[in-house]
């Protein structure tokens, strides 16, 4: 009934910034209940709508919700969860909303499944993407640390010194800052070791 009434309201007012509002905290109630995918149609209701400024936070919950479905699939079971459609929808968020405080939270999402499945280059590759699409992004210190993990993990130990000392002096205030001079100090053994 409250989605119909939201419709009706749209119908009625389409440049009211409360439907959306309103659809967006009944998918979020719904992503809390007994069948959470039903949620994703609530979320596609405010992307559709003419006039909102919640489009990227409902989009953003799209991929939330289908990557909670993905653990749920597989949980009880030693199968990995498939995250694929999830990580489309994460890109689909920062693709469209770039300007959103999302987008880094779904570009984050995307680099930390890059480097949980092992595929650093692509992680890499990522990063090299948004650093030259988001060159000014209030999120790229997020995006350093990924760009770190990622290649230490690949074993170029040059390479993440070196977006550690980008962090560090870029950053300094970041909260990711002593977790950045942790990985220096990490780094600095390797290629001392070397």
């Given at each position: 009934?409250?989605?119909?009434v939201c419709?009706?309201l749209?119908?009625?007012f389409?440049?009211?910034?409360l439907v959306?509002?309103?659809?967006?905290?009944?998918g979020?109630a719904?992503m809390?209940?007994?069948?959470?995918?039903?949620?994703?149609?609530?979320?596609h209701?405010?992307?559709?709508?003419p006039?909102?400024?919640?489009?990227a936070e409902a989009?953003y919950?799209?991929?939330?919700v289908?990557?909670?479905?993905a653990?749920?699939?597989?949980?009880g079971?030693?199968?990995?969860?498939d995250y694929?459609?999830?990580?489309?929808?994460y890109?689909?968020?920062?693709d469209?909303?770039p300007?959103s405080?999302f987008?880094?939270?779904?570009l984050?999402?995307?680099a930390?499944y890059y480097?949980?499945?092992?595929?650093?280059a692509?992680?890499?590759?990522l990063?090299?993407?948004v650093?030259?699409?988001?060159?000014d992004?209030?999120f790229l210190d997020?995006?350093?640390i990924?760009?770190v993990?990622?290649?230490?993990?690949m074993g170029d130990?040059?390479?993440a010194?070196?977006?550690?000392?980008?962090?560090?002096?870029?950053y300094p205030?970041?909260k990711?800052?002593?977790?950045?001079r942790?990985?220096r100090?990490?780094?600095?053994?390797k290629?001392?070791e070397?």
């Amino acid at each position: 009934e409250a989605i119909q009434v939201c419709q009706t309201l749209t119908r009625l007012f389409p440049d009211s910034t409360l439907v959306d509002r309103a659809l967006l905290k009944i998918g979020t109630a719904k992503m809390q209940g007994e069948n959470p995918t039903e949620a994703i149609g609530i979320f596609h209701a405010v992307i559709r709508l003419p006039k909102s400024d919640l489009k990227a936070e409902a989009q953003y919950l799209i991929a939330r919700v289908q990557e909670e479905e993905a653990d749920r699939r597989v949980k009880g079971t030693d199968r990995e969860p498939d995250y694929s459609h999830a990580m489309l929808a994460y890109k689909q968020c920062a693709d469209l909303y770039p300007e959103s405080p999302f987008a880094g939270d779904a570009l984050e999402k995307i680099a930390t499944y890059y480097i949980t499945t092992k595929d650093y280059a692509r992680a890499i590759e990522l990063m090299e993407r948004v650093f030259q699409d988001y060159p000014d992004a209030s999120f790229l210190d997020r995006m350093l640390i990924q760009w770190v993990q990622a290649a230490y993990r690949m074993g170029d130990f040059q390479l993440a010194r070196e977006k550690c000392d980008v962090l560090l002096a870029e950053y300094p205030s970041s909260k990711l800052a002593p977790k950045a001079r942790a990985f220096r100090d990490a780094i600095m053994k390797k290629i001392g070791e070397e």
